[in-house]
């Protein structure tokens, strides 16, 4: 009981120690492993620490002793807990919290917390370990994971591995070498080795740090749509007459034309493609969607007593079904830059640095691999629902028999 009450102790004192100092800075290192760290080891960890914080993400590093005095299971859920607990404590979307110790060896306990939780590599701690129970050495391992962090809050590709070869130093620091005794007769294949270990469990991190965004990999399925905005009966009420204006001038026969280009677009689409309220190819109930949305703005448009016509309604380039204050927004990909509609959320994603949900389709009819809709070329792609032309025109223009028959014509 006393061992147990001390152990409790101990740990609930290792946690103020820690969040007293990250109330001040972010870079907590304990007294117990400050002497034995070198200058090299203080000047990179530092280093590492402030060029997190310069990427702008919240983050928060301790240099602790020997974890596995308290037992890997016991530190898991105590580094988790307490990562839990200062995410909350930062109000930001995104923290990252690294644990790593210095004492004998860097094993560390990474996360990057979100509100759903906190999220680690797989394996983390036994990533870089070696045949003889060496871990990578701390002024390797606190840049390192800290750059993994920023990269799976980011989404973009982990950093390489560090190159971490007692048999060939080269210019870099021995402090490791002269700490560790680590015999540069021996090379210790399996360090050797950590590299791709490393390379591969940093991966797995990314992916499953993934997961949460779902649609980067997997066909979208929700919102359903078709039941919840009841898309058929839609379709019917749209295929009725367009009513001609009440009062006809230049701009509500426009309008009355527009009406009836839409018209026929879903026409067109609903029969070259019949299955589309079952089709696991959301991006036609999502046309069906757009258009029918663009139907009933051309009716009230016709039938209003005013001058003024409601704006046309706008579809964000990404989702579709996003429609909280759409604005025009520069998207720069592969050196290319484009001009498309974007809702105040993936216009905040993307600000952010993440990647905001997209519309994920089969690459073609038939296929399980999912890709973004417009990487695909069809009408959806080409019109960018609505950010590089009219939905309807594009339907119109690929999915008529007309254009079909020119296509084969050619």
Not at 165 to 182: A, K, M, N, P, Q
Not at 316 to 337: E, N, T
Request: glycine share 6%.
């Amino acid at each position: 009981m006393t061992e147990t009450t001390s152990y409790a102790r101990a740990q609930q004192q290792l946690r103020d120690r820690i969040r007293d100092t990250w109330a001040q800075q972010p870079l907590y290192i304990d007294e117990i492993v400050r002497p034995g760290l070198t200058e090299n080891q203080l000047t990179a960890i530092r280093r590492a620490s402030q060029q997190t914080e310069d990427t702008g993400l919240t983050h928060y590093l301790a240099i602790t002793p020997g974890l596995q005095t308290m037992g890997y299971g016991d530190w898991a859920k105590f580094t988790s807990d307490f990562a839990f607990a200062m995410h909350e404590e930062s109000g930001k979307k995104q923290t990252l919290v690294l644990f790593t110790e210095g004492e004998t060896s860097a094993r560390s306990f990474a996360y990057l917390v979100t509100d759903n939780g906190p999220v680690v590599p797989s394996g983390a701690p036994e990533l870089m370990r070696s045949r003889s129970d060496d871990f990578i050495p701390v002024e390797l391992a606190v840049p390192y994971y800290l750059q993994v962090l920023v990269a799976a809050a980011d989404g973009t590709e982990p950093p390489s591995a560090p190159d971490f070869d007692t048999r060939d130093v080269g210019t870099r620091s021995e402090d490791y070498i002269e700490r560790f005794g680590l015999d540069h007769s021996d090379p210790d294949a399996l360090v050797f080795g950590a590299t791709a270990a490393a390379a591969l469990g940093a991966t797995l991190w990314l992916l499953h740090r993934r997961n949460r965004y779902s649609w980067r990999t997997k066909l979208t399925t929700t919102p359903e749509l078709v039941k919840s905005r009841n898309l058929q009966k839609a379709v019917t009420e749209a295929a009725a007459p367009i009513p001609e204006p009440e009062h006809p001038d230049d701009d509500t026969w426009a309008l009355y034309d527009r009406g009836r280009r839409i018209q026929d677009a879903l026409a067109v689409l609903t029969t070259a493609h019949p299955d589309w309220a079952e089709s696991v190819d959301f991006a036609h109930r999502h046309a069906v969607c757009a258009l029918v949305t663009l139907d009933r703005w051309v009716r009230r448009g016709l039938r209003r007593r005013s001058n003024r016509l409601d704006d046309e309604p706008r579809f964000c380039f990404l989702f579709p079904h996003h429609r909280r204050d759409i604005d025009d927004h520069v998207l720069r990909q592969s050196g290319r830059s484009l001009t498309a509609a974007l809702c105040v959320d993936c216009r905040e994603d993307l600000a952010a640095g993440h990647d905001p949900e997209r519309l994920m389709v089969p690459k073609r009819p038939g296929s399980t691999r999912a890709v973004p809709y417009f990487q695909r070329d069809d009408a959806y792609a080409l019109s960018g629902f609505g950010s590089f032309q009219p939905l309807d025109e594009a339907v119109l223009e690929t999915m008529s028999p007309r254009h079909s028959a020119l296509g084969r014509s050619r």
